[in-house]
């Protein structure tokens, strides 16, 4: 296996799940195993999770690249991108900054329901397992939609139970991503996302979707044209 972030081809294995997570999901073993390789199989070289890498392969294959992400990103080609990232994408945010077109804002400070951009101002819009934690997540999707430039891709990852449909949470115990301990709203789960994921994309006007995965099906990622 290859980290199209850095080039990096060793990796190492630490579980991310906790028991009260793995009831709330009502996880099999089998889904247990694949969803802590998604969060918690990095690579040495740079601490990319698979996950973080198969948003790096979406954000690639939006810019027309074949170079590793860290090396895109000092290009001339990359100069020439408006990008926004919405929350830290993961262990991306440190190589995104560098490019000069990048615009960064975070949840309370920006609100994906109301982005504080025009219309059609960038070529790329990221981000990484955010969207199950807001509470209208097609209404954020058309938000980013409205911020994209005419042929501009959203790329973006969600945990996906693939075995399984999408479901809401409402009316189910709270569940919450993060530090088992925590119990701020602002990490709730509203959206346990499952094989159907791609349709909320349809749903919310973009024109074509594709899926990047890296080690099926530990680890997924979307990429959708305005």
Avoid at 92 to 98: A, D, E, K, N
Wanted: aromatic share 8%.
């Amino acid at each position: 296996m290859l980290c199209t972030v850095c080039g990096g081809t060793e990796f190492a294995v630490q579980p991310v799940l906790w028991p009260q997570l793995i009831d709330q999901w009502q996880l099999s073993p089998a889904e247990v195993a694949y969803v802590d390789r998604q969060q918690g199989e990095c690579c040495v070289s740079c601490g990319a999770t698979l996950r973080s890498i198969a948003l790096a392969n979406a954000l690639r294959a939006a810019a027309g690249t074949s170079h590793m992400l860290r090396d895109f990103t000092g290009s001339v080609e990359a100069a020439q991108l408006r990008i926004l990232e919405l929350n830290e994408a993961g262990t991306l945010h440190s190589v995104l900054s560098q490019m000069p077109g990048h615009s960064f804002g975070a949840y309370p400070q920006v609100d994906m329901h109301a982005l504080p951009w025009p219309d059609q101002a960038f070529d790329i819009v990221v981000h990484s397992d955010t969207l199950e934690h807001v509470a209208n997540p097609v209404h954020a999707l058309v938000e980013c939609h409205r911020v994209l430039k005419p042929g501009g891709t959203l790329c973006l990852t969600v945990p996906i139970i693939v075995g399984r449909l999408t479901r809401g949470r409402a009316g189910l115990a709270k569940s919450y991503h993060g530090d088992p301990q925590q119990g701020g709203d602002d990490y709730m789960v509203h959206t346990e996302f499952g094989a159907d994921a791609w349709c909320f994309l349809m749903e919310a006007g973009y024109s074509e979707v594709r899926i990047f995965p890296v080690a099926y099906p530990a680890a997924l990622a979307i990429a959708a044209r305005r």
